[in-house]
């Protein structure tokens, strides 16, 4: 089942076009990337499928409720928090699961939830499935490097059961190894029935992911040559 679908959706403000013509479709248990060169809007595309900005043009739609991972200078840790309490937090926030919601949430979040007062740290980890996460729970979020970050994020979103989970930038300040831990994190998250849909600056080989890239300059078609001018009849002299 498709969680988001866009056609011609863009973003246009007095200052020109934020993205724009995005045609974008991401299914139940689907990863798509969203890949593009600095300032093409990859950031604002996600938070508009997210519900968080706007758009100007096209359409939107979206089944389900979306959460968040980590966008920078949006939605990121709060330095005077550990781990561990950011999941307490959150979980104190989101409350129990109501009855008639507990059928469209994931199991690995209702679980995560009715656990949060045992271990909440391991059960958000584990509902996440990101139990080999590089994640210390007494880690302050002002010291969390850019790959703890993005999984804090991660965990976070999956807490709330949505359908859909966006995180940006997600190889940012990573060396090759944990880009490719980071990729095999979320193909994961769609495994277990979310729609997820990360940006980034590329995608490493062999990720399961629809890539989807937006900004590129139009390539100006070729010009034509130039047909030689016809040649002029000699004059003959009277």
């Known amino acids: 089942m498709n969680i988001v679908e866009t056609s011609g959706l863009g973003l246009r403000t007095r200052r020109g076009w934020v993205y724009r013509d995005v045609d974008l479709t991401a299914a139940s248990g689907e990863l798509v990337a969203v890949t593009g060169p600095p300032g093409s809007g990859r950031t604002s595309l996600l938070l508009t499928l997210a519900g968080r900005f706007p758009h100007s043009h096209g359409e939107l739609r979206r089944r389900g409720p979306a959460a968040l991972g980590q966008v920078a200078g949006v939605h990121e840790p709060d330095p005077t928090l550990t781990v561990a309490e950011h999941i307490t937090e959150r979980l104190l926030l989101l409350g129990p699961v109501p ?42 979020g002002r010291d969390l490097t850019p790959v703890e970050r993005q999984v804090l994020g991660l965990v ?46 590329a995608v490493e080989p062999g990720v399961a992911a629809t890539v989807h890239r937006i900004g590129d300059p139009a390539v100006p078609a070729p010009a034509l040559p130039a047909e030689p001018a016809p040649a002029r009849p000699a004059e003959v002299p009277a």
Not at 122 to 132: E, F, I, S
């Open 99 to 140: 009855r008639r919601r507990r059928r469209l949430v994931p199991v690995a979040a209702v679980r995560a939830r009715r656990a949060y007062r045992r271990d909440a740290y391991a059960a958000a980890v584990a509902g996440a499935g990101l139990t080999d996460a590089p994640l210390d729970p007494d880690r302050y």
């Open 156 to 201: 976070l979103a999956s807490l709330a059961g949505p359908s859909l989970i966006v995180a940006d930038d997600v190889d940012a300040g990573a060396d090759r190894p944990e880009r490719e831990w980071m990729w095999g994190a979320l193909e994961r998250l769609a495994d277990q029935g979310y729609a997820v849909v990360a940006s980034a600056r």
